[in-house]
């Protein structure tokens, strides 16, 4: 993983932004997979990589004008069909334009995924180690480091969030063809009797420690795995030289976070899915 150069302070507006602007480096990164695409546009960006994941098959950054943002819908929709895309996921970020682009969307067949998710910050210098001390007798965490840790983070990751298999193998798949090692971000798999239970994704963008991915098995939860599986990427972001931790999260998941150290910065990001209409969940395998 290359170590981007670290914001050492952060403005309200940065802070306001960090989440959505080490998502947009995430986003950035994808291009290393074989065949992907970038578009990067003053009014739009998206991106096009092979795994099936919508994640990797995103629009954001929208700076759209009330005039143009129907149409750019609908010429982005095609450029995703042309590409046999079944799965899309549009993101709105705090500055994104219009106003009523939500609406927008959803006129085009787009669906609610995720609405006004929190961004937080965390200071990582006063993070408190002492939480990795705090899990259940028979866990461990570990960063993955081979094929059988990612295959772990898979299993853990579909578990956690009750996904379709392949929105878990879409990670493996992609970090096997980059390589563990050469990959844009790094994968921690927590272990509760030797059971992945917990996983989280450290990517390193827009000058902070990013993470995505946390999650944790229900039947695991509220017995500190989840402040572990959180905590230690961070640290690792720390000692790699940042200075802020960035996320956006779930309600479910915000209680967890603060206690970690994360603060709500009071902006949010929201995601809505588009599927296409000839395709099933079923179908997709």
């Not at 046999?84 to 682009?101: G, K, M, R, S, Y």
């Not at 946390?214 to 402040?227: D, E, N, Y």
Request: hydrophobic share 45%; charged share 20%.
């Amino acid at each position: 993983m290359t170590i981007p150069l670290a914001r050492t302070s952060l403005t309200e507006q940065q802070r306001r932004m960090a989440a959505a602007e080490n998502l947009f480096d995430l986003f950035r990164s994808m291009q290393a997979l074989p065949g992907a695409e970038l578009i990067e546009r003053e009014d739009l960006c998206f991106h096009w990589a092979s795994p099936l994941n919508p994640m990797f098959r995103s629009v954001w950054r929208p700076r759209l004008s009330p005039e143009t943002a129907d149409r750019v819908i609908e010429e982005t929709l095609a450029w995703y069909a042309a590409r046999n895309t079944p799965l899309i996921f549009w993101f709105i970020d705090d500055e994104a334009q219009p106003v009523d682009l939500a609406e927008r969307l959803q006129a085009h067949g787009f669906v609610p995924f995720e609405v006004d998710a929190p961004c937080m910050v965390a200071d990582l210098q006063q993070l408190d180690s002492r939480l990795l001390e705090q899990t259940p007798e028979g866990f461990r965490l570990e960063r993955v480091s081979d094929a059988a840790g990612l295959r772990a983070f898979h299993q853990g990751f579909v578990a956690a969030y009750e996904l379709p298999d392949w929105a878990g193998k879409s990670w493996e798949d992609a970090t096997t063809l980059l390589g563990i090692g050469d990959a844009p971000w790094q994968m921690y798999v927590g272990w509760l009797d030797e059971q992945p239970v917990a996983t989280n994704i450290l990517v390193l963008g827009g000058g902070v420690a990013g993470l995505f991915g946390v999650g944790t098995l229900a039947s695991a939860r509220r017995q500190g795995i989840g402040s572990a599986i959180t905590l230690k990427p961070l640290l690792d972001g720390r000692d790699a030289g940042m200075r802020y931790g960035a996320l956006f999260s779930s309600e479910l998941g915000k209680p967890v976070y603060e206690r970690v150290g994360f603060v709500d910065t009071g902006a949010t990001i929201s995601r809505y899915l588009w599927m296409d209409p000839r395709v099933s969940f079923a179908d997709l395998g």
